[in-house]
């Protein structure tokens, strides 16, 4: 039994014709009695009752309207397919960093979603080694993050730069000054990311670089969090400016010189093709989220 022998039946029994249900098909009308002669054969009983006039049988009627459903499910299962493979369905696994997924994502998201509502996404908000294990995995798509590690298979394609501010609490000894460079850290509480945070390892190099300074460290494991604590005074933080729109109450921020610190982010994914439903997420946010 298949699907076009299921809809040549429920034609015959729409215009109560073999010969309107046949010209309708373009075919020959022994064609569709043979389908239906095959289709009674296949279950076992007879569905039409042979005559001058059009009747169901008793097992005919049963027969057509428990297969409705049947038919409508597999031309539903039929346009599903077809809009995934061309992108316009399906299901995306994407990884992303803070502070990018809470204050750059969600509007982009709304929009793709409602201009593809049949495709589905799925967000991992997790730190960028971890993402690029998943990719690694199969666990995602493609994600949004800082560049990988060398030496991975990875691709990554840069798309801004992710620009970086000193949060302060409002009456700190630094908030005097019109920008804070690494050597004025010195004797002050640093509120940090974890040990697996790219930013935490690019600021612990750029304090190398600038000699030795003494730095008392208080590990925040949440870049998104670390306004608050510097909100509570417990020290400051160099934090994504992106964060601070609205300003946390009681705090001050203020430029920082010297060397480069703030951190590029862009798209990474395994090397090969994405899923057409992928690839469209992709574009999209390739395009909004280029400077």
């Given at each position: ?159 801004f730069l992710e620009k970086f501010v000193a949060l ?103 090397t090969g093709n994405l899923s057409p439903a992928s ?13």
């Amino acid at each position: 039994m298949d699907l076009k022998t299921l809809e040549t039946f429920h034609l015959i029994v729409k215009h109560e014709s073999f010969h309107r249900a046949a010209e309708e098909l373009n075919y020959a009308q022994s064609t569709v009695t043979m389908q239906i002669q095959k289709l009674e054969a296949t279950l076992g009983v007879q569905l039409l009752e042979r005559g001058k006039s059009f009747r169901l049988t008793e097992a005919g009627r049963l027969f057509y309207e428990q297969s409705q459903e049947i038919i409508q499910r597999m031309k539903q299962l039929t346009a599903d397919m077809t809009d995934m493979q061309h992108g316009e369905a399906g299901t995306v696994r994407l990884g992303v960093t803070e502070p990018t997924a809470s204050h750059r994502l969600p509007p982009l998201i709304r929009r793709f979603i409602t201009r593809y509502p049949r495709i589905r996404i799925s967000l991992d908000i997790a730190s960028t080694p971890a993402l690029a294990e998943s990719l690694l995995q199969g666990r995602l798509d493609f994600a949004i993050c800082s560049p990988p590690d060398v030496g991975t298979e990875l691709y990554f394609e840069p798309l801004f730069l992710e620009k970086f501010v000193a949060l302060l609490p409002e009456h700190h000894p630094l908030s005097a000054l019109e920008a804070v460079e690494p050597q004025h850290l010195q004797g002050h509480r640093l509120l940090i990311t974890s040990a697996i945070c790219p930013y935490r390892r690019k600021l612990e190099m750029i304090l190398q670089e600038a000699g030795p300074i003494s730095v008392e460290t208080m590990e925040i494991g949440s870049m998104t969090a670390l306004k608050s604590y510097v909100a509570a005074g417990l020290g400051m933080a160099l934090v994504p400016e992106i964060l601070l729109h609205p300003m946390p109450p009681g705090t001050t921020a203020r430029s920082i010189s010297g060397p480069q610190i703030d951190l590029l982010s862009g798209l990474m994914r395994k090397t090969g093709n994405l899923s057409p439903a992928s690839a469209k997420l992709y574009h999209f946010l390739k395009q909004e989220l280029l400077p």
